[in-house]
Structure formats: structure tokens, C-alpha cells
Nanobody, 126 residues
Framework: QVQLVESGGGLVQAGGSLRLSCAAS????????MGWFRQAPGKEREFVAA??????????TYADSMKGRFTISRDNAKNTVYLQMSSLKPEDTAVYYC?????????????????WGQGTQVTVSS
């Protein structure tokens, strides 16, 4: 069982930056692949970024609209995954969720993840 707690959301102007954090409980964090998803009002949850377990190279993947603007990383010593977001746009406004996948492999679909945080709100003003 893994518990995830996101933080770092808030209100930012377009073009600004935010760093989201997701702290995980448990001693098996390093064996989980981690992902970030987001959900805007009236829209389905969508994939943002994912990172595999470190001993497989810590590979990352991003949704096309986030490439070059968002960076996912992990610190296994701190049981934390991060999402650095820059050049933010109003359309990035959403609740951002982190998720854990026990297989350790990259996943881009929400049904591939077993554990979810409660979400953190990101609002980008124009």
C-alpha cells in the first residue's frame, strides 16, 4: 500500500513556473513507476508525464503538449516525485494528480496506476 500526497499547486500567471511535489509513504517507493495526470473542469483525466524506476534508467515520457515545458524527476531518498512546470498557459489549469504503478514500467494510461493522491490545484491566469 502506498499513500501519495501532492503539494505545490497554486495560482500563477501565464508564462510562470511551478514545481509540484508528491510525497509517498512506504519503503517500496523506488520500485514504483510514477506518473502525473491532470483533470480540468468538465474534461477527462489526461496523462501529463511519467518516470520509470531508477535502476531501469529512470526513463521519462511526456504528453506531447507538455514536452519541453514540463520535467518529471524523482528522489528515491526522499520518496518524492516532482513535476517542474514552466511556460505555463491558462489551458494548463487543472487539478494535478500523482500516481504510482507497482510494475515499475512507464505507463500513460490512468488504469495502469494503482495508487493515487488527492490532487493539487494549479490555476494559470492570463
Amino acid at each position: 500500500q502506498v499513500q501519495l500526497v501532492e503539494s505545490g499547486g497554486g495560482l500563477v500567471q501565464a508564462g510562470g513556473s511551478l514545481r509540484l511535489s508528491c510525497a509517498a509513504s512506504g519503503r517500496t517507493f523506488s520500485s514504483y513507476a510514477m506518473g502525473w495526470f491532470r483533470q480540468a473542469p468538465g474534461k477527462e483525466r489526461e496523462f501529463v508525464a511519467a518516470i520509470s524506476i531508477s535502476w531501469s534508467g529512470g526513463r521519462t515520457t511526456y504528453a506531447d503538449s507538455m514536452k519541453g515545458r514540463f520535467t518529471i524527476s524523482r528522489d528515491n531518498a526522499k520518496n518524492t516525485v516532482y513535476l517542474q512546470m514552466s511556460s505555463l498557459k491558462p489551458e494548463d489549469t487543472a487539478v494535478y494528480y500523482c500516481a504510482a504503478r507497482p510494475s515499475g514500467r512507464l505507463g500513460v494510461h490512468s488504469n495502469e496506476y494503482d495508487y493515487w493522491g488527492q490532487g493539487t490545484q494549479v490555476t494559470v491566469s492570463s
